[in-house]
């Protein structure tokens, strides 16, 4: 899968950036470059939904016979008032939580994964990191909220599923579950993306394992001695803000701000 952010509407670390992207021969390429060569591989299975300059949203369909683990990864896309959202992997407890969200039995990862947004969007009744956590498996997902502009981003804890993100020439946030992609669309301008961790476009990286602590970027060099963009882990003597446990009557945006 690949999701690509204009720069306005999401804002990751300032440490994913790499300052050998600017004199490198190799550099970052622009955000409709990336897109046409992930389209250009997959010219006969490839779906893509477009957002005007905001964002952009692909993935592959894969075939059931796909011999590889890569291709036997379930992916799905889903889109439902108006937000939509990219799914790797799949739920162990996918029954339970349609239970718990009132979903037809016939809902997949992706529908829930919607639904679950839009509750903590409209009325969430618990903190966001506690929701994410209830969703067991080898997961990631990408959200995107046309109606707000919102991206929201999450990799399960288990290290089953990879996700990478990177910066594009533009600024713009790429993300991808092919590192081969985020290489040649951010040069050493990317990092995998954090397991067990949750980006919002504004509200910025935190862990929904340990979400009393925080992230810290650590420098990454490549074997050529190149400094590329850090890795980001959970600072287990730091903490945050404590962070208020309330009802239904607080919205999903006052805990994110409370919290950070």
């Not at 994913?16 to 955000?31: F, G, H, N, V």
């Not at 369909?61 to 011999?67: E, I, Q, R």
């Not at 529908?111 to 067991?136: C, N, S």
Request: some cysteine; aromatic content about 12%; overall charge negative.
């Amino acid at each position: 899968m690949l999701a690509i952010f204009h720069k306005a509407f999401a804002h990751p670390p300032e440490e994913l950036k790499s300052p050998a992207s600017e004199y490198r021969t190799q550099k970052p390429k622009l955000p409709e470059t990336t897109l046409q060569d992930f389209l250009s591989a997959h010219p006969s299975d490839a779906c893509c939904v477009s957002f005007e300059d905001a964002a952009v949203l692909a993935y592959v369909h894969v075939p059931p016979h796909a011999s590889s683990f890569f291709h036997q990864t379930p992916r799905m896309f889903c889109g439902y008032d108006d937000i939509y959202c990219l799914f790797l992997g799949s739920l162990n407890n996918l029954c339970s939580q349609i239970k718990q969200y009132g979903l037809s039995k016939t809902s997949n990862e992706a529908m829930l994964v919607i639904e679950a947004y839009r509750t903590l969007r409209d009325r969430g009744p618990y903190p966001a990191d506690q929701v994410v956590k209830d969703l067991e498996g080898s997961f990631a997902f990408v959200i995107y909220d046309s109606k707000t502009g919102t991206v929201f981003v999450a990799l399960g804890c288990d290290g089953g599923v990879k996700l990478y993100w990177g910066i594009g020439a533009d600024g713009s946030v790429v993300i991808c579950d092919d590192i081969e992609v985020i290489k040649a669309g951010c040069a050493k301008s990317f990092a995998a993306f954090p397991a067990g961790c949750m980006f919002h476009s504004e509200k910025g990286l935190m862990s929904f394992e340990h979400p009393m602590k925080k992230m810290r970027a650590m420098p990454r060099v490549d074997s050529e001695g190149v400094i590329c963009g850090a890795n980001f882990k959970v600072d287990l003597y730091s903490r945050v803000n404590s962070i208020p446990r309330v009802g239904s009557e607080a919205n999903w945006a006052d805990q994110w701000t409370q919290t950070t």
